[in-house]
């Protein structure tokens, strides 16, 4: 690690115990749970989260609902400057934030930096929501009869965010939200939750009357406080697939809409004519750029036909000078997975990888960071000779292993990303516009990438997601938002 005096005070930066933000108000929960915060590189404690009870779950979603009726009632113009100044101010706090980010979720500066643009993209986008509100009418639908179909904001809504990105998630969908007119509560996830934290620091700055956004930490109890609240009209979810399928029953039989994202294996299908040394520089990010802790992650490498032998090389060749380590430096490439308890998931399915027959080709295990001894870093990781029915070519392993399934064509590649449950993305790397329309045409993924590693959509576009990776209808980003949080009512009018 470069051992600045910036970097060492940041690294012993403890940040406290974090508050919960109630009715534009700071407030301390009065749990008596209360977990830790680690930073994953170090393995140091950098602040502490608490479980927050019922009761202050319920005293936000009362003081979103108290501010509803006022800000529904808002001007669409209105409400969309406070997202302005919420936007400039992210800009101002663009580093600072990228820097807590890397500090609790171990992600590299850069990565980080990636993540920061992404949320205020979405912040940016929700300002312009205003005449995707609009409404349209039909006049005389019968002898001076007009009708009209208008949009209206709905009541509360709230999300439920996973680790991995701690600054991003929740801006999917809070910036739309009230835009729309609607209130919100955000709950991060307890793993991670200084980086949402400082986004409502600027929320409070930039003004949003109280109650308007609330934020809550805790985990289980919060959520289930959240999905049975009668109150709640809206819950978007983004983590893994049990969690997602429990959410997306439990806040449906209460009558809620939902969104609910869920995990993903990700295949990677490269054809004999891709351009090599591009298609394996992009892989590099694919498979291993946020320590293989993104959704859309390559997961399982495809290898087409006569390419087989080459690719395997070249990537084994690039996995192994990638430089894992504190993501403060902003030489390295790669950091930390996000826990002890995640790196001993990861490590058990290197483990099955071997029992499997798999063979390991690059041992992440290996890899030291000097600096940080209590970091839970694991080096990239490659298995070739895996078999479709292997453990590793089929579960979300969420960590930087990859697995090479050698195939004879695209056929065949399509077949095995078939067979998974999953449907979050998959990418194929080709010279041929027809390979790659047959690839776009035919694989059920939500996201397709065409010589693109993370074909993660930008905020105009909806993200997508199909299979056990998305559960219901409307989407996050792009048009569909406005759907999911507003309302639509027909008025049929006749003058005498
Ligand atoms: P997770 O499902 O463990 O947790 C997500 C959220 O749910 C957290 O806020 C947590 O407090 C809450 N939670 C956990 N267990 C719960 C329960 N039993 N009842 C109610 N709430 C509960 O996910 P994670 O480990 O934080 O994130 C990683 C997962 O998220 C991976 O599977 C990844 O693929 C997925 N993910 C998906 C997308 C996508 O767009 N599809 C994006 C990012 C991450």
Redesign the pocket.
């Known amino acids: 690690m470069e051992r600045s005096g910036t970097i060492l005070a940041e690294v012993k930066k403890n940040y406290g115990q974090v508050m919960n933000y109630v009715n534009g108000r700071w407030t301390a929960s009065e749990s008596s749970q209360v977990l830790d915060v680690v930073n994953p590189a170090t393995g140091g404690i950098i602040a502490k989260v608490p479980l927050s009870t019922v009761g202050e779950v319920e005293a936000a979603i009362k003081s979103a609902q108290e501010a509803f009726w006022e800000w529904r009632s808002t001007p669409p113009m209105t409400r969309a400057r406070y997202l302005f100044r919420l936007k400039g101010l992210l800009e101002e706090h663009f580093e600072e934030m990228s820097r807590i980010l890397v500090q609790e979720e171990g992600k590299t500066i850069d990565e980080s930096r990636g993540e920061v643009r992404r949320a205020i993209e979405n912040v940016d986008a929700a300002t312009g929501m205003s005449s995707q509100m609009m409404g349209y009418n039909l006049e005389d639908i019968t002898n001076e009869v007009d009708e009209e179909c208008v949009r209206q904001p709905t009541g509360v809504f709230c999300c ?6 701690p600054a991003m ?1 929740p801006l999917w969908f809070m910036p739309y939200a009230v835009a729309c007119g609607d209130t919100y509560v955000i ?5 991670v939750p200084l980086t949402q934290n400082k986004v409502l620091e600027l929320v409070d700055e930039a003004g949003f009357p109280p109650g308007v956004v609330n934020l809550v930490n ?3 109890e ?3 406080a959240l999905l049975d609240s009668p109150v709640i009209r809206g819950v978007s ?8 399928k ?2 997306y029953r439990r806040a449906a039989e209460k009558g809620k809409r939902v969104q609910c ?4 294996k990700n295949f990677m299908v490269v054809m004999p004519d891709a351009n090599l040394d591009k298609t394996v520089a992009t892989l590099m990010t694919s498979f291993y750029g946020c320590a293989g ?4 992650s390559g997961s399982v490498l495809l290898p087409v036909g006569g390419v087989y032998e080459d690719l395997r090389d070249n990537f084994v060749e690039a996995a192994s000078k990638i430089k894992v380590g504190y993501g403060l430096d902003e030489s390295v490439q790669m950091g930390p997975v ?1 826990s002890k308890k ?1 790196m001993e998931r990861v490590l058990s399915y290197i483990e099955k990888g071997q029992a499997e027959g798999a063979r390991l080709l690059l041992d992440g295990r290996k890899v030291r960071v000097e600096d940080c001894p209590g970091g839970n870093f694991i080096g990239p990781t490659v298995f070739d000779e895996v078999r479709p029915n292997m453990t590793i070519a089929k579960e ?1 392993i ?1 960590g930087p292993v990859a697995a090479i399934v050698r195939v004879e064509n695209l056929g065949q590649a399509i077949d095995i990303i078939h067979s998974s449950p999953y449907g ?1 993305a998959a990418s194929i790397f080709t010279s041929s516009g027809k390979w790659a329309r047959e690839f776009k045409y035919k694989v059920q993924c939500g996201n397709i990438g065409v010589n693109i590693g993370i074909a993660a959509p930008i905020a105009l576009f909806p ?1 997508g ?1 199909m299979k056990d ?2 559960f219901g209808d409307l989407h996050g980003q792009g048009g569909e938002v406005v759907d999911f949080f507003t309302e639509r009512k027909v008025v049929i009018s006749r003058w005498f």
Request: with cysteine; hydrophobic share 40%; net charge negative.
């Open positions: 439920v965010a996973p680790f991995n990105f998630v709950k991060p996830s307890e793993q805790g985990s289980k919060v959520v289930d979810f983004v983590g893994s697939t049990s969690v997602a429990y959410i994202q869920g995990g993903a802790e993104r959704c859309l996000i995640h979300e969420f979050n993200f997601g990776s998305f």
